[in-house]
């Protein structure tokens, strides 16, 4: 029934104030993570901006001078602009104080290798920098001083070499901070290693073409000099100013570089303050899962971690992009301190934010002990940080457990050479796991020469049973295609048993440092394990509960039944006994609510 006009008509505007509430929501929510070091980040992008212009410029050198002189016409324009000035002034101002207040916050230099190189990098691109940009930039607004490329290369390849050094050394530096400033910030994002290999490229290529540029027109420039009246143009007041006007901006580049060591000096002296302040404020008590740290109050968990050497994954380096340190605070959480704005941000991204009890470790600075658990494993590394990978906290559901062993590999091992008898038992694996795989089951745990299997999560039960009992077909199917491949060489066939059972289980990770298995625990699995054994005294290939068969709504009459004594039961387990697993496949096809993908024939199977 078509809406009536009015309806649509009335409809229309709050369709609007939705779409409109959506957009006010999505500002908020981005602009409530804005932080200090988005801030940073956003300085920085500005100045990469800037240098990536000044490398394109440089590289038009491998064309002609003239195309250098060109190229500088549009890169002035752009920057010596109103906009641009008001862009990348203040940039390298928030850039450089806000870097400096970063160093001043971390508590503990444990740094890893990039991270020291560019903080290493970092504080020496303002002393490189200043001598460039004074006299390109400041003679010229002062004084009105001509500065073109071929002057400054005169300068640098001839008058004055040292600065031709320190302005490589300048560019290189600057793009190398840049560069790992890039990556650090686009690892974390999901496109991220897809276009890798594209910005190593460029990281790599447009450096190499500008300083290749900067050498061509450098031999140009040096082959024009000898004749004396470019030279005397290119060393005219009007270019390189009085020598008044040069002591002027020698004296500003002291002043500044005096300035910027006292800086860097004052940040030291500041944190040694506050060492001290913190250890007469007193201490605090963190307590693990496997032990306790006591620690000056003022530090964030995550720097205690990193400090005692706990493992604790912080795959942005405690940034709070990433949320990989998060953490669960046990027990009284009223004297904790309220998330900032910027850990809101993130743990409403990761769909945390509705649980109090977790929090960001490179957030969180307590100011009482606390008792916490680490929620990802020490390894998790930028994956988690986009959904790739998942973390599986634990959960109670419903499953479906198959247990499968192959017989006989201890006797195996007696009479055949160690590689012999793991290649059999690697090929036998093979067989099961893509059976299971196929039939839509997850391959778990291998236990030796045998595997536990899970289906169910993410099936409903009726699903997950006929799953089971078409990959028990299947393993039949496949470990037939293995005898038939090893007829000539074995003399007794490979023999298995399986034992299937469902009910409910504790599903998740268990993990000790950087060792995490998703596995499965209950009574369900205990059972499987059990009815696996039987499948030898009962002399078939597979036993499975009757309540596999009902869950899996197939005729009661199909399979033979019995009552078996489970060990740590107290009654007897009603059990169906196939022996030959292949059959399976038969009962399913007969039955009209099968569903899951049909066995294979042989004719397809894989080369184990």
């Not at 607004?141 to 300048?170: A, C, F, H, M």
């Not at 990433?322 to 809101?344: A, F, K, M, N, Q």
């Not at 007696?414 to 391959?443: C, H, M, W, Y």
Request: proline content about 5%; hydrophobic content about 45%.
């Amino acid at each position: 029934m078509a809406d009536h006009p009015l309806t649509s008509y009335a409809a229309a505007p709050l369709e609007e104030e939705l779409r409109l509430d959506s957009a006010i929501v999505r500002v908020h929510s981005m602009l409530r993570g804005i932080g200090i070091r988005q801030v940073r980040l956003a300085a920085g992008l500005i100045l990469f901006g800037y240098l990536v212009s000044h490398f394109l410029n440089h590289s038009l050198g491998n064309i002609s001078l003239e195309a250098m002189e060109y190229g500088l016409s549009f890169h002035m324009a752009l920057w010596r602009s109103w906009p641009g000035t008001l862009l990348l002034y203040p940039a390298l101002a928030v850039h450089g104080s806000l870097g400096l207040w970063a160093l001043y916050q971390r508590r503990q230099f444990k740094w890893k290798a990039t991270e020291l190189i560019q903080l290493i990098l970092g504080l020496s691109i303002p002393a490189l920098l200043c001598t460039h940009l004074i006299g390109q930039r400041l003679g010229a607004e002062l004084w009105g001083l001509q500065k073109s490329y071929g002057q400054t290369l005169y300068n640098q390849w001839l008058e004055r070499p040292d600065l031709g050094v320190i302005q490589v050394t300048l560019l290189l530096v600057a793009w190398t901070h840049g560069c790992i400033g890039m990556y650090f910030w686009l690892r974390l994002r999901p496109f991220f290693l897809r276009v890798a290999p594209l910005l190593l490229a460029g990281a790599v290529l447009l450096p190499s073409l500008a300083l290749l540029g900067f050498y061509q027109q450098g031999r140009t420039v040096l082959r024009i000099a000898q004749d004396p009246q470019w030279r005397a143009e290119y060393r005219s007041v009007s270019r390189i100013g009085t020598d008044a006007q040069r002591a002027t901006l020698a004296n500003i580049r002291d002043n500044f570089l005096y300035g910027w060591g006292a800086a860097i000096g004052f940040v030291f002296i500041a944190r040694g303050l506050r060492v001290l302040r913190e250890r007469r404020g007193g201490t605090i008590r963190l307590t693990y899962p496997d032990r306790t740290l006591r620690v000056p109050k003022g530090w964030s968990v995550l720097e205690a971690s990193l400090r005692y050497k706990v493992p604790h994954a912080s795959a942005c380096g405690g940034k709070a992009r990433c949320s990989t340190c998060r953490i669960r605070v046990l027990g009284d959480r009223s004297g904790l301190p309220r998330p900032s704005p910027r850990e809101v941000f993130v743990l409403d991204r990761v769909g945390a934010i509705g649980d109090p009890a977790v929090r960001l470790a490179c957030q969180l600075r307590p100011q009482r002990d606390i008792v916490l658990v680490p929620l990802l494993p020490p390894h998790a590394d930028t994956s988690f940080s986009y959904g790739r990978t998942q973390r599986n906290p634990g959960e109670e559901r419903y499953i479906v457990c198959m247990f499968v062993d192959m017989r006989g590999s201890t006797a195996m091992a007696d009479k055949r050479l160690a590689f012999d008898t793991v290649f059999i038992i690697n090929r036998f694996l093979a067989a099961v796991s893509q059976a299971v795989t196929e039939a839509g089951g997850q391959p778990n745990q291998y236990l030796g020469d045998g595997l536990m299997a899970l289906f169910g999560l993410k099936t409903d039960p009726p699903a997950a049973c006929r799953q089971a009992l078409n990959a028990a077909a299947m393993i039949a199917g496949n470990v037939d295609h293995l005898n038939r491949m090893f007829a000539e060489a074995e003399q007794k066939p490979i023999r298995f048993g399986i034992g299937i059972h469902a009910g409910d289980a504790i599903v998740g990770d268990i993990d000790y440092r950087d060792t995490v298995v998703f596995t499965a625990l209950g009574d369900a699995v205990n059972v499987t394990a059990r009815l696996e054994q039987l499948t030898k005294e009962l002399d078939c290939q597979v036993v499975l509960s009757d309540v596999v068969l009902k869950t899996a709504r197939l005729h009661p009459g199909a399979l033979p039944i019995a009552e078996v004594t489970i060990r740590g039961r107290a009654d007897p387990l009603v059990v169906r006994t196939i022996v030959d697993a292949a059959m399976l496949a038969s009962v399913l096809d007969s039955d009209a609510g099968m569903a899951g993908p049909k066995q294979p024939e042989a004719e397809n199977y894989t080369t184990f």
